[in-house]
């Protein structure tokens, strides 16, 4: 074994899918003693991510296939237990948090810019990646520990609800890193396409940046419910002649939607110099018409998630504006059930799992 890998480690409890059919259930894994740069957190809640479905089932097996048994969670947020002897940042009894990534080579050209998830050595993702301490794959946060380098570990401000916040560690950055990078604030009118898990943090961070948000939705009973989270307008983008008064008129469009829908439909919303960013994950390519794109010159663009200084700006910006997840807490055992929900939007708008129920 290469000198690199850690020998000892302490067990955990964790719930694990066993194969792409089997059920989430009880599992017990190894987590590494913290070596002089680690934090070794207790895990308190763990938001549950439409990424761990994905995963859990092996459908992203032609990009990222799925090592079995895998255990999901990158929405974490815990409590500090101890600390190796090299680290600065962190102390027992923090409230931290860990995102999408535990790792990267923090030496190349992105990772000293703050662009970790695009690390060119290639990121750690924080479950079912090669693990390069262990020399196994990582293991999230459907468990009730874990052991992460300091430099990946985050301040959860004290004022947020630690359960609420939970998702803020994917959802939460994923649409707000698009915003900020483009520029989103006051002046702007920006559309949010999309009321799930992703829109709807879309809709408070546009709302909290000062932009004029537009919320598009196929569901006229998510109308008053746009508008609860800071839609300045909720539009129905079945209605062709709502989405006509529209046209020409934005400068930015965040497209949290993952199922198959008609971007040029959006695409023809922009104004000129326009930007729409796609955070959804579609399964299928989308056509894009290429005229749309060229009278206007308007781009079509993605985003991932941002880099730990950004995560933690965004977590910053959260506490500073009492912002977090609409949530609906679950036990563990319950997860199966929430998948089956998931599937069918039946979730207003994240669940997450309260660890605690892991010792029951």
């Not at 993702?125 to 301490?133: A, E």
């Not at 009730?144 to 939460?172: E, K, W, Y």
């Not at 009321?195 to 943090?201: E, F, K, Q």
Request: proline share 4%; charged share 20%; hydrophobic share 40%.
């Amino acid at each position: 074994m290469k000198e690199r890998f850690i020998l000892m480690s302490t067990s955990a409890k964790s719930f694990a899918a066993q194969s792409a059919t089997a059920p989430l259930a009880p599992h017990t894994i190894e987590r590494r003693t913290p070596t002089a740069t680690d934090v070794a957190m207790e895990i308190l809640f763990c938001g549950v991510c439409h990424s761990d479905l994905h995963t859990v089932r092996d459908e992203w097996k032609s990009v990222m296939p799925t090592v079995y048994p895998v255990i999901p969670g990158h929405e974490i947020v815990g409590r500090v237990t101890s600390v190796g002897s090299a680290v600065t940042k962190f102390r027992q009894g923090d409230l931290v948090a860990v995102g999408c990534m535990v790792d990267s080579c923090q030496h190349c050209k992105n990772c000293s810019r703050g662009l970790e998830v695009f690390c060119e050595k290639g990121v750690t993702l924080t479950y079912n990646s090669p693990d390069k301490h262990t020399g196994g794959i990582t293991y999230g946060g459907y468990s009730d520990s874990i052991v992460v380098d300091q430099a990946f570990v985050l301040t959860v401000p004290a004022n947020l609800d630690p359960a609420a916040a939970a998702p803020l560690l994917c959802a939460g950055i994923t649409t707000y890193s698009p915003l900020h990078h483009w520029n989103v604030g006051p002046g702007k009118k920006v559309g949010i396409v999309g009321l799930g898990g992703l829109g709807h943090m879309g809709v408070k961070f546009a709302h909290a940046l000062g932009a004029h948000t537009v919320l598009f939705t196929t569901s006229a009973n998510k109308v008053e419910d746009g508008k609860r989270l800071g839609a300045d307008e909720v539009v129905l983008s079945k209605d062709a002649d709502a989405m006509a008064k529209h046209a020409g008129s934005f400068d930015f469009i965040l497209d949290c939607v993952s199922a198959n829908h008609d971007i040029n439909a959006y695409i023809q919303l922009l104004g000129v110099d326009g930007t729409i960013c796609l955070v959804g994950a579609p399964e299928e390519p989308l056509p894009v018409g290429a005229f749309g794109l060229i009278f206007g010159r308007k781009s079509f663009a993605g985003s991932a998630i941002g880099g730990i200084a950004e995560t933690q700006e965004m977590l910053d910006f959260c506490g500073k504006h009492n912002i977090t997840s609409d949530v609906e807490i679950i036990p563990i055992q319950k997860v199966n059930e929430a998948y089956d929900r998931l599937l069918k939007s039946d979730v207003k708008y994240r669940f997450v799992i309260d660890m605690a129920s892991l010792q029951q």
